[in-house]
């Protein structure tokens, strides 16, 4: 399902812990690392499909997640040829998107990575919210950032901010060293239902910083 300018819809997901720590994906089979993402179905909401794709792509439940934010208004990338079908060049341009800031009310033991028979991710971990972008495939990057940028201001609030830092961002010294996670396989759990969500607005770019990824690469 395409609109008229070749871009199909699509909703991404940063599902965050309590700690504000941004889940990311390992591509099955590569070295890219990614946010849980999928096209909308025709007759689907945005939040529809963001709720089947969660499900589809780490195993968690509308219960297990809380929804913080959304972006306004559709995010578009653009997929080089090299990445599209040939039956489709002339006709598929890339995706538009609306992105679902998500707090994970559940705990880590119901990620499920194995929730359908055709895996999306062979390992997850958590990082910090502004993760190194070049870690996603180049023409994800400017989306991922104007995501990131604009449901910033929505974080919900920790326990543990340090005091010099505007609204708790922490530099490159103070990164927690991601961890990877194989293939969990998990019962799932029952969690308060999520509540509405906010509309977004945009803010101004924060910087990113380089970390190397570690573990089950």
Known sequence: MLDREGFRPNVGIILLNQKNQVFWGKRIRTHSWQ??????????????????????EVGLHPEHVRIVARTRDWLRYEVPDRFIRRDARGHYKGQKQIWYLLQLIGYDWQLNLRA??????????????WVPLDVVVEFKRGVYEMALTELARFLPRTEHRNRYLRGGMRTRDQADMPQDHNLPAF???????????????????????EIKPQGSE
């Open 35 to 56: 946010f849980p993402q999928g096209g909308i179905d025709r007759g689907e909401s945005p939040e529809q499909a963001m709720f089947r794709e969660l499900h589809e």
């Open 116 to 129: 359908t028979s055709h895996p999306e991710f062979d390992a997850w971990r958590w990082n910090d919210y």
């Open 187 to 209: 019962e799932h759990g029952q969690r308060e239902p999520a509540s509405a969500w906010p509309q977004a607005t945009p803010l101004a770019c924060a910087p990113s910083y």
